[in-house]
């Protein structure tokens, strides 16, 4: 099967997913130009290192792996639980080889000692351009326990040790059960976002980093939060109130109705019943030379609703950048999401596509328009598993007027 790596957003992406697939259907994959687009084309020690993860997994083979290489020939065997270890030797992304394991260990054929597999990674735990380990820990796992109900009960993750750029050195271990043969994953619906229950999150900080950064980061997102909570709840009220005072001018008002309805106004909205302003709690954490290589920190936050919905952001530590403005930028891309109305947040996206491909029956997902990573997961899903079916529809503006999406997909039934 050949693929172009550079199609679509044309990132090692593609390289994850379509080896992932690769080793699920036992098709053999030839995959060119990869990150063809890129600043440096080809794998990187982080790629080379999720291949060859893969490789042991399902005892395949590669041609072509070496570092910057832009072509490979991928041959599957078959997939095994076990114990495995991948190390980048950089600070490399640790949870950007989860999403490219984790479908593979699911799906784990021929047990060796026991069902579930254990994967010690090591590398960079928080680092730019992939997801943190924190959002993997409150986000994406939670997100997948929920959806695959009981085929998910022993799924975990563990952070060992913080791995930042340059020196990497972190550490996470994961645990995956496999599923009993003829078991498909469930169909999900993700399509109703419910309200806003709470706001929890952790800033954390380690090495040269002052300890009072991490507590200024989780003060600076919880300000930005609780204050866009407050104006949200504050235009709810004025919104009822003026509601209330339209229902009343509808008919002439008598005199003692009229000087009554002028009280109200001087007053101000009518009472409305107040809804609690959902909880904010950001755990603060100061990493030791135990707990983290290097310098670095960041926040993770992650939003609960009703309907079991998770939303997620994050912000890390750069040179010259105020801890103000970190936790800024988490609390905005934060509200950003809860704002759209979307059940996911655009990080998480991608991420579920592949699940959703490999469940049995009708899935579903309200979402902000797809972004080019998620239009690039289907298109490798498709070309990999032609029987699955996609639809992406449009669905009313949310409460912000941005646009919604629903993305539907028919999936395969994937079974041991």
């Known amino acids: 099967m050949p693929l172009i790596g550079s199609q679509l957003e044309g990132g090692g992406q593609i390289l994850r997913n379509a080896v992932a697939l690769s080793a ?3 098709r053999i994959i030839h995959i060119d130009k990869i990150r063809a687009g890129r600043q440096k084309p080809g794998l990187s020690p982080q790629h080379l290192t999720g291949l060859r993860l893969v490789e042991a997994i399902c005892s395949g083979h590669s041609e072509g792996g070496a570092v910057r290489s832009t072509a490979i020939n991928f041959t599957p065997g078959r997939t095994a639980a076990g114990t495995y270890t991948a190390d980048t030797h950089t600070a490399g992304s640790c949870t950007l080889m989860v999403q490219q394991a ?3 260990l699911l799906f784990a054929q021929q047990p060796r000692e026991s069902t579930v597999s254990t994967l010690t990674l090591r590398g960079g735990t928080d680092a730019s351009f992939a997801p943190p380990i924190g959002y993997l820990q409150l986000v994406l796992l939670p997100t997948l326990q929920r959806l695959m109900g009981p085929a998910a009960a022993g799924l975990s993750l563990r952070l060992v040790r913080r791995g930042f750029y340059p020196k990497g050195g972190g550490e996470a271990v994961l ?6 043969p003829g078991q498909t994953l469930p169909a999900w619906d993700l399509s109703k976002r419910g309200h806003l229950l709470g706001i929890n999150g952790i800033a954390f900080t380690a090495g040269r980093l002052k300890p009072e950064t991490g507590s200024r980061i989780a003060e600076a997102a919880a300000d930005c939060i609780r204050q866009a909570l407050q104006e949200q709840q504050q235009q709810t009220v004025w919104g009822a109130a003026a509601a209330a005072a339209a229902s009343q001018t509808e008919a ?12 109200a106004a001087k007053s101000g909205p009518p009472q409305v019943e107040a809804v609690p302003q959902p909880a904010v709690g950001i755990q603060v954490v100061r990493e030791t030379p135990e707990t983290a290589c290097g310098d670095g920190g960041g926040i993770v936050l992650v939003a609960a ?4 919905c998770l939303l997620g952001a994050s912000a890390l530590a750069e040179r010259g950048m105020a801890p103000e403005a970190i936790g800024a930028a988490a609390a905005g891309k934060l509200l950003e999401a809860l704002q759209s109305g979307a059940a996911v947040d655009d990080w998480v996206q991608d991420q579920l596509i592949l699940f959703m491909a490999l469940a049995g029956g009708s899935s579903s997902m309200l979402c902000s328009e797809p972004t080019l ?5 289907i298109a490798v899903v498709q070309q990999l598993l032609p029987q699955v079916q996609f639809s992406i529809s449009k669905q009313a503006a949310g409460t912000c ?6 993305i539907r997909c028919q999936g395969a039934g994937w079974k041991l």
């Open 24 to 26: 699920l259907t036992g």
């Open 102 to 104: 984790l479908p593979c």
């Open 175 to 180: 645990q995956v059960p496999s599923l009993p």
């Open 252 to 263: 002439p008002a008598a005199p003692a109705a009229a000087a009554a309805a002028a009280a």
């Open 305 to 308: 609703t009703s309907t079991g």
């Open 373 to 377: 990573h998620t239009r690039t997961a």
């Open 401 to 406: 007027g941005k646009q919604l999406y629903i």
